[in-house]
């Protein structure tokens, strides 16, 4: 792997990649969204373009950031290999998370139209003959200025207002994994990777009492739940990702005093 061509480079995980990348000594090209690559050799290809928080109002985007521009890429691009980005959402309501699970989707449930444009990507690219490899990925975080993820939100909600209302419940819990463990692991299965579908995640949910009670220790803000809404996702099993290139994230509650002093000292970006 020495030329390597970043999809979706504006994104906050595409960005990172591709940063460290150059720094790795890679030969990095980050074209644009609508960019012809059709005569291009793109080497290995990282496809991070995705819509997260906003999927929900923006049905026909999310769909064509997950499945079409990927089968413009499958269909008339040459490259050794594509490492697609899906998530670990696919695994909500299973009882635990591993690669081999089964998943089940609702179309007419309007929450399942992401893991339905996920899942349509990783089938196209798992089936369409050509070198994929799919990597679901948990909640990824880090400094993350435009982010409405649920992490972001609340961090920026904390700092600025000294006041949480959290939309869901605090018996809630999910996976995160930070985006410097996300981008290493990503360029070591892009290089070398002998399986097909890999889990990137920490390992470890937190629930949103333990993310808010350390938040709250930490800049002394108020915490009122708004409502009783609770959803906790499995365990995320990375047993596959831990043997093969000795996968050892960090727990975002660790992580939580070093993130918080670099959203609050970058305040004019975010505010």
């Known amino acids: 792997m020495t030329d390597v061509t970043v999809l979706g480079a504006a994104g906050f995980i595409g960005s990172h990649l591709s940063g460290e990348l150059r720094r790795r000594g890679y030969r990095v090209s980050a074209p644009a969204r609508n960019a012809d690559l059709s005569a291009a050799d793109l080497g290995t290809v990282f496809y991070c373009i995705g819509l997260t928080a906003d999927f929900r109002s923006r049905p026909l985007d999310t769909v064509t950031a997950h499945v079409c521009k990927l089968a413009e890429i499958l269909g008339t691009c040459r490259f050794d290999s594509l490492v697609y980005l899906s998530s670990t959402r696919l695994y909500r309501g299973a009882q635990e998370g591993f690669e081999e699970q089964e998943v089940s989707v609702d179309p007419s449930n309007a929450d399942d139209l992401y893991n339905l444009s996920k899942a349509l990507g990783e089938s196209l690219g798992l089936h369409c003959g050509r070198p994929v490899r799919v990597v679901r990925l948990s ?85 009122q739940e708004s409502w009783n809404n609770k959803t906790v996702f499995p365990p995320i099993s990375i047993r596959r990702v831990k043997a093969e290139f000795g996968f050892s994230p960090a727990c975002v509650l660790d992580q939580l005093p070093d993130l918080i002093e670099v959203y609050d000292r970058n305040r004019k970006e975010w505010q």
């Open 139 to 223: 909640n990824v975080y880090g400094a993350d200025w435009g982010s409405n993820n649920f992490l972001a939100s609340i961090l920026k909600a904390a700092l600025r207002d000294r006041a949480v209302t959290l939309r869901s419940s605090l018996q809630s819990a999910k996976d995160y994994v930070h985006v410097n463990d996300v981008v290493d692991v990503l360029i070591r299965i892009g290089a070398s990777a002998t399986q097909r579908i890999y889990n990137v995640a920490s390992g470890c949910n937190v629930s949103n009492a333990e993310l808010l009670h350390r938040i709250q220790t930490l800049t002394g803000c108020t915490v």
